[in-house]
């Protein structure tokens, strides 16, 4: 069965140092969403990509975190410099066509990143 | 504002019995719903899904209710396993947001052997 994959799954770092995520969709999916989640809460949007367009990063704190996809298949997110608040699971999803109303998403394992 | 939220934050029941977990929307524009489980260390897991054009969809073992007049959803689990124990967070998209989720806060639900 396919699935979302996504490394490193745990990452220590020590603040005001930078840190990426990598996340590998579907195959054959369009759109792909990255998500942070606070522990406890469910997780709230950072950006979202139809192929390698940027359609949704309007919750992304843009003075510290990026992405890109800048070939329409794997993605990175990336913190500079790393705060003690970014301390969350960040997590990758991938759907299919949302132009054909299909909204399933897919997530991938997470990674849980620890700032120090 | 907007906002998805859960009745309960915990749910402990014994295995073999039924299990319901709710949820509050907020906004009447709300038109797809979603319930993940996900279990500890791991990404939501798809269970099932809804659109606000009907008020009840069954999967294996669950089903989800909707009811719009009063803006609440729920998930029903028959005969709930010890595998079923995992935090369920429902979810909210519309169609003019281009599938962006608004998940809820997440019940933990804790099944007794």
């Known amino acids: 069965e396919a699935e979302v994959a996504q490394s490193p799954r745990y990452k220590i770092t020590e603040k005001s140092q930078a840190v990426a995520f990598w996340c590998d969709p579907i195959s054959g999916h369009a759109t792909l969403y990255w998500y942070r989640q606070i522990l406890g809460q469910g997780p709230e949007l950072l950006v979202q990509f139809q192929d390698e367009s940027v359609v949704d990063d309007s919750q992304l704190p843009k003075d510290r975190f990026s992405a890109e996809r800048l070939k329409g298949v794997d993605s990175t997110l990336k913190i500079q410099p790393a705060e003690l608040g970014d301390s969350a699971m960040y997590l990758c999803?991938?759907?299919?066509?949302?132009?054909?109303?299909?909204?399933?998403?897919?997530f991938g394992p997470g990674t849980r990143l620890t700032v120090t | 504002g907007e906002s998805v939220g859960l009745h309960l934050p915990t749910l402990s029941v014994q295995e073999g019995d039924n299990s319901i977990i709710n949820c509050a929307y907020s906004?009447?524009?709300?038109?797809?719903f979603i319930w993940y489980k996900q279990e500890s260390g791991k990404g939501p897991q798809f269970i099932i899904d809804?659109?606000?054009?009907?008020d009840k969809r069954q999967g294996q073992r669950v089903t989800v209710l909707l009811n719009k007049t009063v803006k609440h959803l729920s998930l029903q689990i028959a005969a709930t396993q010890p595998g079923d124990s995992a935090v369920y967070f429902c979810a909210e998209t519309r169609y003019n947001q281009g599938g962006k989720l608004i998940f809820g806060q997440g019940t933990e639900l804790s099944v007794k052997p």
């Open positions: 906004n009447s524009a709300s038109d797809y």
């Open positions: 809804i659109r606000s054009n009907m």
């Open positions: 999803a991938s759907s299919l066509a949302l132009d054909r109303g299909l909204y399933e998403q897919y």
